[in-house]
């Protein structure tokens, strides 16, 4: 297992910032994350998973901790027959996507574009264009903090809107088990899944900064919405509706393409998008009455 010290964690975040962690470890089995969680316990230090960096916003002070990544054993689809797939969590979202649809599988193909890993995609429940990563999730396993391998089944994982028992049971992803629909089921060809991919694929890069380091949407959709527009659920609408489109504060910008992206525009600080994203909160509550609540993790001392 490789253990790097005092890691920059702009290298590892789709925002491209964060400061140093004090550890960072790679794991390329089981063993190697039970042995870099035994190193947080005896260094008396916190732990946390990364995936692809995504959905995340590192402190510019870094963090005190062990930041621990996937390979290895953790980046294999195991095709399990009749549209069943076994996933690690180091898998990259789109690639399990793309390997399935050309299986002739349907279900997961629209998430292609999510940027994620596949244990990030459980843990938030990523979802787009009416997929959601736990619609076709069966069972996943875990390591729970005792080091216990646990298999939960999908009735136990409490998925919902971005939200997955994961998020309070701290047990780490290390794979899931999914049962796909055939696309003839429904009617449709390998062709169909890929022009539906594609549309999909299309609509994002017309729609969302992917030029520039963001981290996806900063804010998770309303249960309901203000007063006015009580079906509006969407948090960009009320944020351009608001009049920050663009606005910045250091190098961080509210992106003028979709206002739930807040973007790096050259030389942000994490500080500084931390800030803003606060700053939209405020300007939003202020005018609509309604409190937007931050789809992104933060880590370490802000």
Do not use: W
């Amino acid at each position: 297992m490789q253990i790097l010290e005092n890691e920059p964690m702009c290298k590892h975040t789709s925002f491209k910032v964060g400061g140093p962690v004090r550890y960072f470890a790679k794991a390329e089995t089981v063993e190697d994350l039970k042995a870099a969680m035994t190193l947080a316990r005896e260094k008396g230090l916190p732990y946390f998973i990364l995936g692809n960096g995504t959905n995340l916003l590192v402190s510019d002070k870094g963090y005190d901790g062990v930041v621990i990544t996937f390979a290895g054993d953790f980046s294999t689809i195991e095709d399990l027959g009749n549209g069943a797939f076994k996933v690690g969590a180091a898998v990259p979202l789109g690639r399990f996507a793309r390997t399935t649809l050309k299986q002739g599988f349907a279900g997961i193909h629209k998430l292609a574009g999510i940027p994620g890993t596949l244990g990030g995609a459980i843990y938030m429940n990523a979802g787009a264009y009416g997929q959601e990563i736990g619609t076709c999730c069966t069972m996943v396993t875990a390591l729970d903090e005792s080091g216990n391998v646990l298999e939960i089944p999908v009735k136990d994982c409490s998925f919902g809107y971005r939200h997955s028992i994961f998020q309070k049971n701290k047990a780490i992803i290390l794979s899931a088990i999914f049962q796909l629909p055939v696309a003839s089921a429904e009617g449709k060809t390998v062709a169909d899944l890929e022009a539906e991919l594609a549309e999909c694929m299309a609509k994002r890069k017309a729609s969302q900064p992917l030029n520039m380091p963001n981290a996806g949407s900063t804010f998770k959709r309303l249960e309901s919405g203000a007063a006015d527009t009580p079906t509006q659920i969407a948090p960009g609408y009320y944020i351009e509706q608001a009049g920050l489109k663009g606005h910045r504060i250091g190098g961080a910008e509210v992106s003028t393409l979709h206002a739930n992206f807040i973007v790096n525009a050259g030389g942000a600080t994490a500080c500084d998008i931390k800030a803003l994203s606060e700053h939209v909160q405020e300007k939003v509550a202020e005018k609509f009455g309604i409190q937007l609540k931050r789809e992104i993790i933060l880590l370490g001392k802000f």
